[in-house]
């Protein structure tokens, strides 16, 4: 019998495709952090728009963004951990 391997190709339970996914998962999340990350510097309406023209100026409103929203989301999780 004539399997997918005899042309070529890997099946689907070789170590190969195993070690693969288990890096498109760890890919998947990364680049997913950061795409959540970059659609809430957007909500800040001088980031998504660029109001600053310098790159220094920029950075800082960016930062100062980023800041925002960590300290934001780090107060939601403590309160949360108060009340249980």
Not at 58 to 82: E, G, N
């Amino acid at each position: 019998m004539v399997g997918f391997s005899d042309f070529g190709g890997r099946g689907s339970d070789s170590p190969e495709n195993q070690e693969t996914a288990t890096n498109d998962v760890r890919i998947y999340r990364e680049r997913n952090l950061i795409e959540r990350m970059f659609g809430r510097l957007k909500d800040f309406r001088r980031v998504a728009t660029r109001y600053g023209k310098l790159a220094r100026n920029f950075l800082a409103t960016v930062l100062l963004a980023a800041l925002i929203i960590w300290w934001l989301r780090r107060s939601r999780f403590a309160s949360a951990k108060r009340l249980t």
